[in-house]
Every structure is written in structure tokens, then in C-alpha cells.
Nanobody, 127 residues
């Protein structure tokens, strides 16, 4: 099965930047549309960003639009989420997830269940 491992989470101050990574193994990343989600304690999981297999389309959640950038390198089986101007409300566990392109080729705001999930990386924004 495809395995996804997130990294890059840290304790940072408001206004700082972070670059999260999602590294895939056990499959070809170019066969998957990739989403980033986040979940804060006591809140529902929230969609953050999406990128298609060929990087032809990206989608960002309203709460982070203008402050993030998503990119991928299929040869390295890696997807990155660059986050700038971080706010305390960005504090959450961030997950990457993959859905096969035969199921979902384009980025949708309300996607169906993902095929594979990482275990998450914690981002804490506090002064």
C-alpha cells in the first residue's frame, strides 16, 4: 500500500513560516491527487489545499488563501506545503492524503474518502 509520511511541523511564533513535506513510498505519486487537511483539538477536519497529479490545478481553503503554496515533485515522491504569515488559528495537526486519479482527477472542495492518509505533523503557532 501507499505510505505517506508528513514532516516539518514545529512550534513557531505568529508571522513565521513553515514548509511541510509529505513523502510517499510504496507507489507512484504521479498516480494520485494530493490533499492537505488539518484538524485542531475539538474541531472538525478542515481542507487546506489540493494539487493534481500533473500540478495543473491547485485549490486552497478560504482560511489560508493567500498565505500558502502547494507544490510537488513526482520524481521525488514528495509534496510540499509552504505556509507563511502563520496565525495562532493555524495551530493543528496537518495531514496529507492521496486519492487515485482514476477516482478523482481534479481538485474538489468536498472530495470523497481518500485512499491513503499520513499520520500527521503538529504545527503550533504561539507567542
Amino acid at each position: 500500500q501507499l505510505q505517506l509520511v508528513e514532516s516539518g511541523g514545529a512550534l513557531v511564533q505568529p508571522g513565521d513560516s513553515l514548509r511541510l513535506s509529505c513523502v510517499a513510498s510504496g507507489g507512484n505519486l504521479n498516480d494520485y491527487t494530493i490533499y492537505w487537511f488539518r484538524q485542531a483539538p475539538g474541531k472538525e477536519r478542515e481542507g487546506v489545499s489540493c494539487i493534481t497529479a500533473d500540478s495543473g490545478e491547485t485549490l486552497h481553503g478560504d482560511s489560508v488563501k493567500g498565505r500558502i503554496a502547494i507544490s510537488r515533485d513526482n520524481d521525488k515522491n514528495t509534496v510540499w506545503l509552504q505556509m507563511n504569515s502563520l496565525k495562532p488559528e493555524d495551530t493543528a495537526v496537518y495531514y496529507c492524503a492521496a486519492i487515485h486519479i482514476r477516482t478523482l482527477l481534479l481538485c474538489h472542495r468536498n472530495p470523497m474518502d481518500m485512499d491513503f492518509w499520513g499520520k500527521g505533523t503538529l504545527v503550533t503557532v504561539s507567542s
